[in-house]
């Protein structure tokens, strides 16, 4: 079963992911998302510190993704309010001609 990147919410079987505590002696205290309906082949198992690295990561680039669209906007409306500034000025000189 192939998993996208991040903290897995839904299992493919489509139960909601839990998050449990490992008990073994090979990952004592080490959490996990797991199928919260069945445990086994075909439904999600994954390390809760290896989901988080990913879904910093996927965040990560949203978060660049984002302040790049932040700065267009701020160029745009920089040109907005300048364009109503000669809108203004426009009206202000008919006016007075009328
Ligand atoms: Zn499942």
Partial sequence: MELGPGIPCRCPCGALTVVLTSKTKENPGRRFYRCGVVS?????????????VEEIEALSVKQASMENDLIEIKEHLIDIKKDITEIVEVVAAFSTKI
Avoid: I, M, T
């Fill in 40 to 52: 086994g082949e075909n439904h999600v198992f994954k390390w809760a510190d290896e989901a988080l």
